[in-house]
């Protein structure tokens, strides 16, 4: 009986017959105190606005600044400080705020239906791309005299031209989402069945939920500016409003660190958003679904 076993050939490159023990290599360690204090995002950013709060205070104080026209980060702080102990800030806010959500949650809304009138239809999705193509390089700033001449000087105007700034954003990130899910996710619907609403929400909102995001958080930012501007104009006109009538007349009175104190409300108040609201959203469902890094 014929042995058939061969024997197999090794290069010897490839061969290691002594194991070594590993050296300036890191495989397991314990971070230090300032390595896990780093990771935290919340405090990276934090670091960011504490330099740049440095550079305003150390620039304001060193160099050549008329207070009348760029006041220390200090003294705006003290009036910010005076003004919500007073309630005119707290006023201030709230009056934006409200109009904010109002014309946040109508755009949102909106968007959504037309959203699922271009699924449901290749006419509602041609309707679509073309008022998207229209009105989302339309600023919305520019149709404040139509609001006014036809709403009046008042909350509705105000909600109008946030709507505006909403709508379109929204309606195109999330359709552009949309177009992007992968034909096994649509097969996969169709095959359960699904059609019309339960399609949209079931199978086309997870797997496009990274751009939805993106679009909440874009007409999020143009509805805040736009907002802000609208305010602007709207107190010149009446006297009333929010941040932007603020930063309006306590300009027109020369009252600088006030104007700066109503600006890092606008801004406080963008952070909070973004890093309370859009980043525990993202971090919920998007990086956990991983989708996102």
Do not use: C
């Not at 909350?155 to 552009?176: D, E, G």
């Not at 930012?221 to 305010?231: H, K, N, V």
């Amino acid at each position: 009986m014929t042995d058939t076993t061969t024997d197999i050939y090794i290069r010897p490159e490839f061969e290691v017959s002594k194991l070594e023990t590993a050296t300036n290599v890191d495989v397991e360690r314990r971070l230090s105190l300032i390595e896990r204090i780093s990771n935290i995002n919340a405090v990276r950013k934090f670091t960011i606005l504490l330099g740049l709060v440095a550079i305003w205070e150390i620039y304001t104080r060193i160099g050549d600044v008329e207070p009348l026209l760029f006041p220390t980060f200090s003294d705006s702080a003290v009036v910010l400080w005076e003004t919500l102990l007073s309630g005119l800030m707290l006023e201030k806010v709230w009056v934006s705020l409200y109009v904010l959500v109002l014309g946040y949650i109508a755009g949102v809304v909106l968007a959504a239906a037309f959203l699922v009138f271009a699924v449901m239809s290749r006419i509602g999705s041609d309707f679509l791309s073309t008022m998207t193509a229209m009105f989302q390089p339309l600023p919305a700033i520019s149709l404040l005299p139509l609001a006014m001449l036809w709403f009046g000087l008042g909350v509705p105007s105000l909600v109008f031209v946030t709507i505006h700034s909403v709508l379109w954003a929204v309606a195109l990130s999330t359709h552009t989402g949309f177009m992007q899910v992968s034909e096994t996710l649509r097969m996969v619907g169709r095959n359960y069945g699904l059609r019309g609403i339960p399609y949209v929400f079931m199978i086309l909102v997870p797997a496009a939920f990274a751009s939805i995001l993106t679009g909440l958080k874009v007409g999020w930012a143009f509805a805040w500016r736009t907002l802000i501007g609208a305010e602007l104009v709207f107190g010149a006109a009446s006297g009333e409003g929010g941040l932007g009538w603020m930063i309006y007349e306590k300009g027109d009175n020369l009252d600088t660190p006030y104007v700066f104190a109503a600006l890092f409300a606008v801004i406080v108040i963008g952070l909070i958003v973004e890093n309370l609201i859009f980043r525990n959203v993202e971090i919920s469902t998007v990086q956990k679904w991983g989708m996102q890094r």
